[in-house]
T-cell receptor, first 117, second 110 residues
């Protein structure tokens, strides 16, 4: 069974369009993340949610809006897509330990390769 | 501020040992993770050091010196399948944000 899944795997779209990427985890984790990896392999955190609450919000254009309908799902909606948004987007999850800290191990989904033309 | 440095590329021979170094400047530092990512794949967790010293997991070992803000990943008995990018990733802050950076591309040659 897939632990962290993302759809779609590939997404090709034109500048100015709006698109969404979906993520689901069946690990029972409390915390989920979105990362962006550019063409140089630079991997950077964008957002993190714990039990549907936004806890990390890096400097990301407000065209990017995450939504967590429940703790097993974290979706990413992108408005007015730009060429620079082309990247691989990874969803990840981790378990939250007693005391409020996250378990150190994050489980990544397979990634969504977004190409904006 | 925050900074993270590791070599961009390393080449090593199959069967040999290679060490990938990492230096960081991270406020609110908790610990250091290492992840492996094959081309076209997702990052996968290798190890985590919260305390100073060496952690060993099979052919892979990871070291941390908190006072030096330094760590390394040691890969022994290199195999061709170890060719991948390796990210050192410091954890920081109350929610343990993980910073990944650009990683080190390891090429194992016959």
């Amino acid at each position: 069974d897939t632990a962290v899944s993302q759809t779609p795997k590939y997404l090709v779209t034109q500048m100015g369009n709006d698109k969404s990427i979906k993520c689901e985890q069946n690990l029972g984790h409390d915390t989920m993340y979105w990362y962006k990896q550019d063409s140089k392999k630079f991997l950077k955190i964008m957002f993190s949610y714990n039990n549907k609450e936004l806890i990390i919000n890096e400097t990301v254009p407000n065209r990017f809006s995450p939504k967590s309908p429940d703790k097993a799902h974290l979706n990413l909606h992108i408005n007015s897509l730009e060429l620079g948004d082309s990247a691989v987007y990874f969803c990840a999850s981790s378990h939250r330990l007693a005391g409020g800290l996250n378990s150190y191990e994050q489980y990544f989904g397979p990634g969504t390769r977004l190409t904006v033309t | 501020g925050q900074s993270l440095e590791q070599p961009s590329e390393v080449t090593a021979v199959e069967g040999a040992i290679v060490q990938i170094n990492c230096t960081y400047q991270t406020s609110g530092f908790y610990g250091l993770s290492w992840y492996q990512q094959h081309d076209g794949g997702a990052p996968t967790f290798l190890s985590y050091n919260a305390l100073d010293g060496l952690e060993e997991t099979g052919r892979f070992s990871s070291f941390l010196s908190r006072s030096d803000s330094y760590g390394y990943l040691l890969l022994q008995e290199l195999q061709m399948k170890d060719s991948a990018s390796y990210f050192c990733a410091p954890h920081s802050g109350g929610y343990q944000k993980v910073t990944f950076g650009i990683g080190t591309k390891l090429q194992v040659i016959p």
